[in-house]
């Protein structure tokens, strides 16, 4: 997974208040960043065998937890450190490493708070200074138990497949698995544990210099931000805190067991039990949007680096492309996708294809999303019904186009839902449908998709203008 990123000149990627020429791409310099975020999206039925039908799996660590009943092999976590070797010992060594562990987050007088309450399968973050996160992640949060993962019968296959021993001794697997084991010694306090696996540090940036005053309310985001706080507030910096290690999986990885990987930062954000609160009731569908281009950055630069690849990891790539490019020609104030040749799969597409996508996310990041522009979106992305009947394509090629479609549909919909469900009663039904003519189960039919994908749009006209009061006539 290591190699040069094939970034535009000049490109650079911020990181705790200082900036970084990238070095790397998927990795993001994991031995300093500790990036990393792997979860499961939570879905229904026919949500399940339209990832099935693709082979793409939305992991929970990584490695151990698709949905096919592989929790029972985890072993439990090791227990937490208690709040008394916290508050006597943690901050008096506070000097000894830049990474102070994910215990010097877990006093209830800071994060550890609890219990995490649940309300319809939403985990409450308690008040303002998000008293109880820590609670949450290490009790709910399967980025916890990322080490655990390393321990099972079928990591240590795979990872014996490829010759290289024992997963939680391999860089290849703990690079996402459990960042600190890169992490010099020099570095760590005494209370920074590899165990810990995906912890507060490895989203949040090396504690020492922020940790003790990140509390104080007179201190701006940008003060914090220069003691080293990695800004998570940025859509753009989450999804690059994210992408490394849910996006690019080196074949070889893939081909000895490991499921392959798809990133999309709304849903599985969502999917994550929250220990932080979204500001706006649209930041969904602009998560989604950022992304997304993220990812299609990343897809880019891996086919460009590798001589070969397989027709899952293209077929995926060419569904991104088409539905980035129905996106950014809907939303007139993102940039587009321009000089691109016939042959989409050639070097200097990708090129093309990794630097605009990455202009997008950071438009997309800076954009103020609202209800109007999600409802824009979806109409224009409904509209496209006649790319799946012009017979340019397969029906294997139309259903990772599908897919995506989808999923995208699907996340537009979501805070639409949230704010008034009988209005997005029948959308939502709807959706359910799309999503099962996806289904596993039976051979993708374009024209089945097609049917389902304007019935979906009749729904929405149903559903009203943003600006305009549902309609009452029979459903």
């Known amino acids: 997974m290591d190699g040069e990123l094939g970034q535009r000149p000049g490109q650079q990627r911020h990181r705790g208040g200082t900036s970084h020429e990238w070095a790397k791409s998927s990795l993001l310099v994991l031995a300093e960043t500790s990036i990393n975020c792997n979860v499961k999206i939570s879905l229904g039925a026919s949500r399940h065998n339209l990832l099935e039908t693709t082979q793409i799996l939305l992991l929970v660590g990584g490695v151990g937890f698709g949905y096919q009943g592989l929790r029972a092999e985890l072993p439990p976590p090791a227990p937490a450190p208690t709040p ?13 490493g830049d990474f102070i562990g994910a215990v010097g987050c877990s006093s209830s007088l800071c994060h550890g708070g609890g219990p995490a309450p649940v309300t319809n399968q ?59 084991q890169a992490v010099s010694a020099s570095r760590l ?14 989203c949040h940036g090396p504690a020492r210099e922020w940790v003790r005053t990140h509390t104080r309310l007179d201190l701006s985001h940008a003060q914090r931000l220069g003691l080293g706080m990695r800004d998570l507030d940025s859509l753009y910096n989450r999804a690059n805190n994210c992408v490394s290690c849910h996006q690019v999986l080196p074949p070889d990885i893939q081909k ?39 990812a299609l950055r990343e897809m880019s630069w891996a086919l460009n680096k590798r001589d070969t690849s397989g027709e899952i990891e293209r ?29 989409e ?15 997008i996310a950071k438009a ?29 394509e397969k029906p294997g090629a139309l259903q990772y186009r599908a897919v995506r479609l989808t999923l995208a549909l699907s996340r537009l919909l979501a805070p639409l839902q949230a704010r008034d469900k009988d209005r997005w009663a029948k959308p939502s039904e ?30 929405l006209a149903y559903a009203g203008s943003d600006d305009a009061p549902p309609q009452t006539a029979s459903r």
């Open 189 to 202: 306090g005494p209370y920074a544990r590899v165990d810990d696996g995906i912890s507060c540090e490895s």
């Open 364 to 392: 997309g990041a800076r954009m103020v999303w609202d209800a109007g522009m999600t409802r824009r979106l979806m109409d224009a992305l409904v509209a496209s019904d006649g790319d799946f009947t012009d017979g340019k």
């Open 430 to 459: 709807e959706m359910e449908k799309l999503f099962a003519a996806n289904d596993a189960r039976v051979e993708f039919d374009p024209k089945r998709f097609v049917e389902q994908l304007r019935a979906f749009g009749k729904s």
């Open 345 to 359: 799969m050639s070097p200097g597409n990708f090129i093309r294809i990794q630097g605009t996508s990455d202009d």
């Open 122 to 180: 939403v985990v409450v973050v308690d008040g303002r200074r998000k008293r109880n996160a820590f609670s949450i992640w290490r009790g709910r949060d399967a980025h916890a138990k990322s080490w655990a993962t390393l321990a099972t019968e079928r990591s240590n296959r795979m990872s014996g497949s490829l010759g290289m021993g024992k997963a939680q001794d391999t860089a290849r697997c703990t690079e996402c698995h459990a960042p600190l």
């Open 84 to 96: 008394a070797i916290v508050t006597a010992q943690t901050f008096r060594n506070i000097e000894a």
């Open 315 to 343: 077929e995926q790539w060419r569904g991104l492309v088409w539905l980035m490019r129905k996106t950014t020609t809907a939303i007139g104030e993102l940039p587009k996708f321009e000089n691109l040749t016939d042959v």
């Open 256 to 294: 000895a067991g490991h499921p392959p990987l798809i990133f999309e930062l709304d849903a599985q954000s969502v999917a994550e039990p929250k220990h932080w609160v979204d500001k706006g009731d649209f930041q969904g569908p602009q998560a989604w949007l950022v992304g997304q281009a993220t």
